[in-house]
């Protein structure tokens, strides 16, 4: 019986990526420290990291013979369990892979899909991760499969003529028929309640996973959206009325992106970043603090515009200003010094932004005032663009 396996607490993992002529090798190393950080979000222990350099993927095991035996040996001497790779494996490469080593066996997406897994509390995210999981399931079952739980009930469910593997297909391909009419009663729902919302203007908070948006909504709404320093800490929207001079619009927190992000698990979410794609304007939260804000910022906005939401207006937020300097600034540096410093990266990023980005730092509170402004200027732009006849504003 095939049954979905999942990360025990405390499981000691052993990490893999590759270095090709696509990849450099500090971009891999960038993407394994985010794999470690994964790994650890979803409780595992992280005990080495191994990379590999290839023109090619090994078709069967993905990495070579020797590193592969090199990989087994380290995990078996210090107790690991569990191998996580940081690109896609096929169902035949984690089966040729787990025989080889005698250790479980799972890539990035299924990692994520772990996480999502722990994080969903809703009716609607359980079913969008539950979908996702069917979806990358589904391609894998032939190198893979061990016979899978027979959801129908056992009599009747296979067909005339089927094999096991063609029945279990067909099982998984019924579930997720399912899954996905759940999810369109459940988005429903949720449109009905945007609709409610009436005429209020939108305004949506968008960025990569662990970026601070939690931590700044609750400190642009004054309410308390939980939040903390891991990985997808929240997948549902999660939305606030917010007045500001008596001029009121909704704000909304939304999951966080991340390279290498499961296309399925794009597409099962899409009801939940329709958020984004109704917002009338995007408030793009970004680490100023990480080495790769600039990567992340793309592949935030690549998502955006896969989603439909790419040509929204948008105010760039570099949060996590206070980390910044610490990482940046010797200490004996004078402040003239980091003063101008300051100025030129402002004035750099107003260049490429159009002039629409703010430098904060949401856990000290720096800068809010001149953000919250800008927020309201941009709010009362939109309502005057939408209700021109309009005098004053609620």
Not at 136 to 162: A, D, F, N, V
Request: proline share 2%; aromatic share 8%.
């Amino acid at each position: 019986m095939l049954e979905k396996k999942t990360l025990a607490q405390e499981e000691r993992a052993v990490l893999v990526g590759i270095v090709t002529y696509k990849q450099p090798e500090q971009q891999t190393l960038e993407y394994l420290n985010e794999l470690k950080f994964l790994a650890e979000t979803a409780g595992a222990v992280t005990l080495k990291s191994f990379i590999q350099k290839l023109e090619r993927r090994d078709a069967k095991t993905f990495v070579g013979k020797g590193k592969l035996e090199e990989i087994s040996g380290y995990a078996r001497s210090q107790g690991a369990s569990l191998l996580i790779f940081d690109d896609e494996l096929t169902g035949a490469q984690i089966n040729n892979i787990e025989k080889a080593t005698g250790l479980h066996t799972i890539d990035r997406s299924d990692l994520i899909l772990d996480i999502f897994a722990r994080r969903a509390k809703t009716a609607q995210a359980k079913t969008q991760v539950e979908l996702a999981q069917y979806q990358y399931l589904l391609p894998r079952l032939r190198g893979m499969w061990q016979h899978l739980e027979r959801l129908g009930g056992g009599i009747g469910t296979r067909g005339p003529g089927e094999t096991e593997i063609e029945t279990d297909r067909r099982i998984v391909k019924d579930k997720i028929a399912l899954l996905r009419r759940r999810l369109r009663e459940i988005d429903k729902q949720a449109q009905t309640q945007r609709q409610e919302r009436g005429t209020y203007i939108r305004v949506a908070l968008v960025g990569y996973t662990n970026v601070g948006k939690s931590t700044l909504m609750n400190v642009l709404s004054k309410s308390n959206v939980f939040a903390e320093n891991k990985l997808f800490a929240t997948l549902d929207t999660t939305t606030r009325k917010v007045t500001y001079e008596r001029t009121p619009f909704l704000l909304s927190d939304t999951v966080g992106f991340i390279r290498k992000l499961p296309h399925h698990l794009v597409e099962s979410f899409k009801s939940t970043l329709d958020e984004l794609r109704e917002a009338d304007c995007l408030l793009h939260v970004v680490d100023i603090a990480h080495p790769a804000y600039e990567e992340q910022m793309g592949t935030v906005n690549q998502t955006l515009r896969e989603i439909g939401a790419g040509d929204k207006p948008m105010l760039t937020i570099f949060n996590k200003m206070d980390l910044y300097e610490q990482k940046t600034f010797d200490e004996w540096l004078d402040a003239d010094t980091k003063a101008e410093l300051l100025r030129q990266l402002e004035k750099r990023w107003e260049h490429e932004t159009g002039g629409n980005s703010v430098f904060i730092s949401a856990i000290e509170k720096r800068n809010i005032e001149a953000l919250r402004d800008t927020i309201l200027q941009r709010v009362k732009t939109l309502y005057s663009e939408r209700y021109p006849y309009l005098n004053h504003f609620f």
